[in-house]
């Protein structure tokens, strides 16, 4: 903002005072005591109530009848808005004595309209912030928090209030050669660009250097393929059609024919010898007789074994029931020889327990034992019942086996009456037996020379079919070795495309990283350009490159190319002495 006009009244040594400035500097000059420091603190105490130190201040007049003190000006803002401010401090009564304070009222205005202290302050914070005001109004504000290395208050304060609106995207707008920086930024801030821009840079180059091992491993893999001869299709198709042919002449000789049809003869024939016997058997003899026997004799031992299963089970559930009566008997034998505790003192408090007590437990404990006693009979009895009819059980069990072994011993001596009795023809002794039997023998002869003829025939096929699958088998594998290279050269193929991808991708991302850097260099210069401009002979250092490539923030002033502490004191005095 520009200050135009300052009005002074009853303010300190002034009874009334104007000052009409120019667009040009105005230089107030006086010998000491003339009141060149009264002017500046007049002008500190209208907009901040202190003087131009910072302290606080009573802008008493010299003269005792003066009672309202009043300061006031125009500014024009840097919208061009043209503002008045005024501040006035009345005395409200006489003081009680010559030491006391008199009570004083401050009033406050806007554009000649009254305003509230803590809305006047607020205005004038915004249009005109305390300590950018102190710090372009005293030479020795930077220096206050040295000895702390306060550097980056400092630092703050000179981008807060002379950077501007000096951006990270306003910075890139203004440089077309970083227009490609703007586009691959998408919305990321420069400092996250950079970070995601150094991550995905090292992946790359992790991938870039596994990539050739990896193809050397694939093309190791390729010289190790023994590849004998060449793959045919057709080769394998004839070989493939000759083995079906011979496997289905071979199928045909195994289920066919006449070996086949001599085989189904001797079946036959063997059928025939069976059933000539039963009929034999029929009309000369007591076999039907014989064969009841037997089949009754079958069902008796079966029914007898099935008895004897039961008998078992029996004794072994007996065994078991018993078992459980011996173990309650212990137990209720255990549970009469219990006696209760003689010692009469309670468990808690280890004090003798009264009669009533003692009377009480043993009463519980006979209940107790009783009821426990009764319960254990009561299993044993119930035990003991189970048993006998068990046992019972078992007798039955063990009359119906001699009952039934009685009655197989009787058919057995009836069995081997019939079978002595001489009344049995033998039936491989008749004409039809030897008959058949010849036709039979004859039968299998011929069997056996067919199948002396075929197992030749069989045994030449099948050495055909081995000799077809080796072959088919060879192919396959040079198939099979031919099929791995070409995998081995497709992933190879694929290790050099990614790896030329990633090549670009690489170069891309040291583009970005230059683009960052020259960001970062553009960035110095404009920063610390918009901020010098402001200075007539300091020059701030905000920014200290390292090594690494590392951007440090700093806050040195120079002068002439010193720099430090003394450079910063001196171009402030020489700046806040005669501003820019």
Same mark, same amino acid.
């Given at each position: ?28 000059? !006086?010998?000491? !005591?003339?009141?060149? +420091? ?7 105490? $209208? ?9 606080? $201040? ?45 009570? +004083? ?14 809305? /006047?302050?607020? /205005? ?10 102190? =710090? ?19 630092? *703050? ?39 995601? +821009? ?54 045909? %000789? ?9 085989? @189904?003869?001797?079946? %036959?024939?063997?059928?025939?010898? #069976? ?9 000369? !003899? ?20 099935? &008895? ?19 173990? =309650? ?87 081997? &009456? ?28 011929? =069997? ?25 088998? #060879? ?33 891309? @991302? ?17 920063? *610390? ?33 010193? !720099? ?17």
């Amino acid at each position: 903002m520009l200050l135009n006009t300052l009005s002074i009244s009853n303010f300190k040594c002034f009874d009334k005072f104007e000052i009409d400035f120019d667009e040009k500097k105005t230089k107030i000059a !006086g010998d000491n !005591g003339t009141g060149k +420091t009264s002017i500046c603190d007049a002008y500190f105490w $209208l907009l901040f109530g202190k003087n131009s130190s910072g302290q606080a $201040l009573n802008p008493r007049p010299k003269r005792e009848e003066a009672t309202k003190t009043t300061v006031s000006a125009r500014f024009t803002l840097d919208s061009g808005e043209t503002v008045y401010i005024s501040r006035c401090q009345q005395d409200k009564g006489k003081k009680a004595n010559d030491t006391a304070k008199a009570a +004083t009222e401050t009033t406050y205005m806007i554009n000649d309209v009254p305003k509230k202290k803590k809305d /006047y302050e607020d /205005y004038i914070a915004d249009i005109c912030p305390p300590d950018i005001f102190n =710090y372009l109004s005293n030479p020795l504000a930077f220096a206050s928090g040295r000895e702390k290395g306060d550097w980056q208050s400092r630092r *703050e304060i000179l981008l807060r209030s002379f950077a501007g609106e000096k951006s990270d995207g306003s910075i890139i707008d203004s440089h077309e050669d970083l227009s490609l920086l703007r586009e691959r930024m998408n919305y990321h801030s420069t400092d996250d660009f950079m970070a995601v +821009t150094e991550l995905e840079r090292k992946k790359t180059n992790k991938r870039l250097n596994e990539i050739p091992i990896e193809i050397n491993a694939h093309k190791e893999t390729i010289d190790e393929i023994k590849i004998n001869g060449v793959y045919s299709p057709s080769i394998v198709a004839r070989l493939s059609a000759e083995k079906r042919k011979i496997e289905n002449e071979i199928s045909a %000789i195994k289920n066919g024919g006449k070996k086949e049809e001599t085989a @189904q003869r001797i079946k %036959i024939a063997e059928a025939e010898i #069976e059933l000539a016997e039963v009929r034999f058997n029929k009309d000369n !003899g007591n076999s039907e007789e014989i064969k009841k026997i037997k089949n009754k004799i079958a069902d008796l031992e079966i029914r007898s074994a099935q &008895v004897e299963n039961s008998r078992k089970t029996c004794e072994s559930v007996a065994a078991m029931i018993r078992s459980t009566a011996e173990m =309650y008997s212990k137990r209720y034998s255990e549970y009469a020889s219990e006696e209760p505790s003689d010692e009469p003192i309670c468990p808690t408090c280890r004090q003798a327990l009264p009669e009533r007590l003692i009377a009480e437990r043993q009463s519980i404990f006979n209940e107790q034992k009783a009821e426990k006693l009764k319960s254990t009979r009561d299993a044993y009895m119930k035990a003991l019942e189970e048993y006998k009819r068990n046992r019972e059980k078992i007798k039955t069990l063990q009359a119906d086996e001699e009952r039934f072994r009685n009655e197989i011993g009787k058919l057995n001596a009836d069995l081997n &009456v019939l079978a002595s009795g001489g009344t049995q023809a033998d039936f491989k002794k008749s004409k039809e037996y030897i008959d058949l039997s010849e036709k039979l023998k004859s039968l299998k002869a011929e =069997y056996n020379k067919l199948s002396a003829e075929s197992d030749a025939i069989l045994k030449e096929k099948e050495d055909r079919v081995a000799e077809l699958q080796k072959g088919i088998d #060879e192919m396959n594998a040079v198939k099979a070795a031919v099929e791995l290279a070409e995998r081995e050269e497709r992933k190879i193929r694929e290790l050099q495309k990614e790896q030329q991808r990633l090549g670009k991708l690489l170069a891309e @991302q040291e583009e970005n990283i230059e683009l960052l850097q020259k960001f970062m260099q553009y960035k110095i210069t404009d920063i *610390e350009n918009q901020i010098n401009s402001h200075f007539a002979l300091v020059r701030w250092r905000l920014f200290e490159p390292q090594v690494n490539g590392v951007i440090k923030d700093c806050c040195e002033a120079t002068v002439d190319g010193v !720099g430090g502490f003394k450079a910063c004191l001196f171009g402030q005095r020489s700046i806040c002495g005669v501003p820019k």
